[in-house]
């Protein structure tokens, strides 16, 4: 049954809260023209800034921001499909889960959402339509956000994963945790187009809880742009994790250096697991750390 308690609110601003904290210290923002522009260990460029930041909140820029929260599975009445006439988007619970439900004139098209504790609610507005979107914890910090809009004729969802932390005219920035070298929090982002369809901007997490983590091998790293240059870091040295796309490439920093290296990576063949250089990570470092 679908639960909104105080304790899951409280464990999932804790949760943001941490993320937008160490966010204003990001080496790396969301497409654009990055400072550095990190390859993959495949060829393909990431996109990986060392100047810009990643922002929190609900305002992305200085300008007011198309994204306003509103209480959970509260109605909205508005023009969703920017026809002139006025659309509701209202929410059914029951025992089994929870119902979006819109309607237009004598029209009702529905949509299931999941079973979970649901957290919060935003209208994405923009002068070409609105979107609804609604944040969800599945299990235990396992976050999605369901992306609801109207064409005129059917009601569409997306689901991304991970849960809202801002947005300006054109992007849609999620909070969430990835594996790679252990769990660390990270942030994602979406393009939003003139007629409201998302899609990643990259396929780069950007970690915003940074931290060292230590080498139990030698490795080599890949300096960024410098078209193969490499650098050693000995076992009992460290690195800083500060971006991945979960396939091949980990960006990090030396302690102490603002450069950015590359470290590539493989999934393991039941994909449990990344290995370094044929190691399993817990293996090529000490001490991972995991969340539970």
Known sequence: MPVQKEYTNLKRIMFLAAVMLVSALLLSACGGNPAHTATGTAGGTAGVSASATVTGGTTGTEEASPLKEVSCFSSVSTDFDNDGASETLSFEQDADGVTAVLTDGEKRMEYRLPQAYYGSQYVYCRGDGTAVLVDY????????????????????????????????????????????????????????????????????????????????????????????????????????????????????????????????????????????????????????????
Not at 167 to 172: H, I, K, P, V
Not at 244 to 269: H, K, M
């Open 137 to 292: 914890d599945l299990a235990s910090d396992d976050y999605e956000t369901c992306f609801i809009t109207y064409d005129g004729g059917r009601l569409l969802t997306v689901t991304l994963t991970g849960s809202v932390v801002s947005a300006d005219s054109g992007q849609l920035r999620l909070a969430g945790t990835i594996e790679v070298l252990g769990s660390w929090q990270a942030v994602s982002c979406y393009d939003i187009d003139g007629a409201l369809n998302i899609s990643r901007t990259d396929d780069v997490y950007r970690i915003t809880d940074w931290r060292e983590i230590e080498c139990a091998v030698e490795l080599t790293l890949v300096k960024d742009g410098s078209g193969g240059e490499t650098v050693t870091v000995p076992a009992g040295g460290s690195i800083i994790p500060v971006a991945a796309n979960l396939r091949d490439t980990v960006w990090c920093r030396v302690p102490g250096e603002e450069q950015l290296y590359i470290l590539g990576v493989t999934l393991s063949p039941d994909e449990s697991i990344f290995l370094v250089d044929g190691i399993p990570e817990n293996e090529a470092f000490n001490d991972l750390r995991y969340y539970d």
